[in-house]
């Protein structure tokens, strides 16, 4: 299948995505969240195919740490041939200079030119058929409970677009039945419009009641713990772990039995 990834700057200079860089963190990622979850999960409120041939905007609530990882292997599992970029505090990606090579852009602190770089590099990405750009629009860490307060920035780019589709999406993190927590994610109903349809006020109110419905249905299902309202899209590790999950193992090899690590209590 023919590669998509832009490896050339544009004078906006938006950032160079080194796709062996891509692939290989990619992987490591997979391997970390194999590692730290029991398992990540999906809930999708609408399909996502009709957005192949819109620029894409993903605002995505910001709960915890784990949010760019669970990103990064979304991006990676459901749109890989799509180039993909996200801002991050300019201080950051100083200290994590590996990040430029997998679609990050710096954002500086200072409220005047981090307004200008993220439009400016926001309105270069969404100009490409290709361009996602990912964003957690509160601007900050929010729990899930919290009702969505959207910065301004994502309207004002939003009305500078020509045609282009706004992609919402929710994460929740929550612990199950086993000894490692479940990662939830939730695509809602996606927006298909052009930039001058509504004012950048507009396009804020119009986004934040997307993304909060959008978390709204994801608690819903995590609250009513059922599984099969969901779709696996990672697998981790399940059991105890450590000496009790080797002396059942063992335990069962000498009975002829099989075992299963996970916790059977549903």
Known sequence: MRQLHDQTPSPAAIPCVRQIALTWFTRYVKWYLQRHFHGIHLLRLATIEQLDAHPLLVCLNHPSWWDPLIGL?????????????????????????????????????????????????????????NGTLWVTPQGAFTDVRRPVVMQPGVGHLA???????????ALEYGF????LPEAFSCFGIPIIGNGRDYSPS???TIFSQSLQRTIDALSAKVISRDANAFESVLSGYEGTGGIYDLWCTVKAKLRGEPWQPGNQVR
């Open 73 to 129: 292997y979304l991006s990676q599992r459901f749109f890989p041939y799509r180039y993909h970029v996200a801002p991050i505090a300019a201080n950051s990606l100083e200290k994590y200079k590996f990040f430029a090579h997998l679609g990050f852009f710096g954002i500086p602190g200072d409220t005047h030119q981090r307004a200008f770089r993220f439009l400016k590099i926001g309105k270069a990405v969404l100009s490409r058929p």
């Open 159 to 169: 009305n500078q677009l020509g045609s282009f589709a706004m992609l919402p999406l």
């Open 176 to 179: 199950w039945n086993e000894r």
């Open 202 to 204: 507009e396009w804020e």
